[in-house]
């Protein structure tokens, strides 16, 4: 997992973001990993960038609700966005 967190990181910086769809979506998928709120993070992100505002949302809200590191930075892109 780590090999394919750096590699969705990778295209996500080189704004290859269908790339880094796929790779973030494979973390998320799998749901057993140190590097899934990461994942979720930079997959809303994706979302955001590519002009999938709802499943932005969506992907959101899940962080949002959780305990994740990133839920707070959710909360403040949700009231931007919305």
Known sequence: MESTMLYGVSNFEDKN???AKQSFTSIVVNNDNYYIEDAQWYLALCYIQ???????????????NSNSIYSNDARKVLRRIR
């Open 17 to 19: 973001y269908p790339v």
């Open 50 to 64: 590519t002009n999938e505002q709802s499943k932005a949302v969506d992907q959101l809200i899940i962080i949002r």
